[in-house]
């Protein structure tokens, strides 16, 4: 079952929300870690970012966190993660790069800094590429767009907005409706991106409000949490944003937005409470403080029915062949997460067992089936995953913890297209050796 989970500042702990009244800590700080400043769900597990040490964590689904890349060089914070090409990324400080995640056990950097920029405070995919919002320093021009050029390095595809002076941060970036936005501090602004080289103003602040601190698409509209009076703003579509909750008590901000159960919830700042929107006027807190924590700075609806620990030998053995040669694209067991991200893979049983995992059958001649989709415009990604698999598995050993040593051989393979979606599906015949 899906539940709310909330990041915390500065003492990194993980907690999960009742579904009532209260928050319930299931992870306590690791090692001097630092706040969580950002949180994700990547292969049906749930990472974090961190404050201090730059470290990426993944909780173990009971009671406490496990490190799988320890900080890289000076940068000491990773405020932003994004799955791109089915491969986890992170924003750092205080050199303003980018990292990726080998899939095991460490960061690689892949783009340096760029135009002084010491933050990359917010991650985006958007049309096949990967964009960084930035934030300098105090007193100085952040507020910058960078686009990654796929190899090893930023490239700035927008400005800071012309006339809207220093003290600015690219807080938080989102796709809506086909186009990138970005909120703004210090001043709360909303901008779009132009596509080529610039910012434009789609709506100015309001209320006094000085930073859209976390953003999010709800029902097909956006929304912004603010900060100075934790607040919820809409934008109109247009060019205004409308206020649909004012300030709750003494919490000054919204520092994370998640969709959950059909509704709206805000992670807060200082008491570290959570906020449920009414749909029409209100905050209302389902959550007080605990053991306190004065922040929620991220926000991850994670289900851990699905985690990996519940699912067999066989497909831990595969899935750790797969990461080793493909990349770290995710890679499902049986059935893909309803909010799975392109590209992705799904294996299977497809005869003798229904799932993964039971071992009270004959395996001589199991069918294992991996689908493949891509929602690229030709298939040449979809392609090249296809080729990788075949020479990861094709005629190779693979070993079974506590159980065989099996020989996969390839048998067919078919290329479809349905709804925009390409689906390579490929089989290989299990031998017991």
């Given at each position: 079952m ?9 003492n990194?702990?993980?907690?999960e929300?009742n579904?009532?009244d ?7 700080e690791?090692a001097g870690?630092?706040s ?5 769900v990547f ?14 964590l993944?909780?173990?689904d ?10 890289l060089g ?8 994004v ?8 924003g ?5 790069r980018?990292?990726r995640w080998?899939g ?5 950097e892949v ?6 920029q010491r933050f ?14 930035t934030?300098?320093e ?10 990654w050029n ?6 700035e ?6 006339g ?6 690219t807080?938080?970036l989102?796709?809506f ?5 970005g909120?703004m ?5 909303l901008f779009?991106?132009n596509g080529t ?5 789609v709506a100015?602040?309001?209320n006094?409000q000085d ?5 999010l698409v709800?029902?097909?509209k ?11 703003f809409?934008w109109?579509?247009?060019d205004a944003w409308?206020?649909?909750?004012d300030?709750?008590?003494t919490?000054?901000v919204?520092?994370s ?6 509704k709206?919830y805000?992670?807060t700042y200082?008491?570290?409470k ?6 029409f ?12 924590q ?6 991850a ?10 699912i ?28 799975a ?6 294996v ?14 004959d395996w001589e001649?199991?069918i294992i089936?991996?689908n ?15 080729a990788l698999?075949?020479d990861?598995f094709h005629k190779?050993d693979?070993?079974?913890a ?13 290329l479809?297209?349905?709804e ?5 599906n ?8």
């Open positions: 899906e539940k709310l989970y909330g990041g915390s500042g500065f990194g702990r993980l907690f929300w579904g009532v209260a928050w319930t800590q299931v992870a306590p690791l870690a630092g969580i400043w950002s949180q994700i292969n049906n597990k749930l990472y974090a970012g961190t404050g201090s040490q730059g470290k990426l993944r909780w173990n009971v009671d406490a966190w496990e490190e799988v890349a320890p900080q000076a940068e000491t914070s990773i405020y932003s993660l799955i791109f090409d089915g491969i986890l990324y992170g750092t400080f205080p050199g303003g980018l990292f080998n095991t056990n460490a960061w690689e783009a340096g800094q760029l135009n002084g990359i405070v917010s991650l985006a995919v958007f049309k096949g590429k990967l964009y960084g919002g934030e300098e105090i007193g100085s021009t952040g507020g910058l767009l960078f686009e796929g190899t090893d390095a930023w490239v595809v927008a400005p800071q907005y012309a809207i002076g220093n003290d600015i941060i807080h938080t989102v796709v409706n086909d186009k990138l936005y909120g501090g210090i001043d709360g602004k779009e991106w080289d610039a910012w434009v103003e100015s602040p309001l006094g930073i859209i601190r976390s953003i709800h029902n097909n956006l929304y912004g949490g603010t900060r100075l009076g934790g607040r919820l809409e109109n579509n247009v409308n206020q649909m909750a300030q709750l008590g919490q000054t919204i520092f937005l998640a969709s959950f159960n059909d709206i805000g992670g200082a008491l570290g959570l906020y449920e929107w009414d749909g006027t209100e905050w209302t807190e389902v959550a007080d403080q605990e053991d306190g004065t922040a929620i700075l991220s926000l609806v994670y289900d851990t029915v699905t985690a990996p620990e519940v067999s030998p066989l497909f831990d053995a595969l899935y750790a062949r797969w990461a080793e040669k493909l990349g770290g694209r995710i890679l499902y067991n049986t059935e893909a997460d309803k909010k991200v392109f590209p992705y893979g799904v299977s049983l497809v005869s003798a067992v229904s799932e993964l995992g039971d071992f009270t059958v001649n199991c089936q991996f493949l989709f891509s929602k690229e415009v030709t298939c040449t990604d979809v392609n090249l995953t296809g698999l075949k990861a190779f693979l070993v079974i506590g159980s065989e040593t099996i020989s996969l051989v390839k048998e067919v393979a078919n479809i297209r349905v925009k979606v390409w689906q390579y490929v089989s290989f015949r299990i031998l017991i050796q």
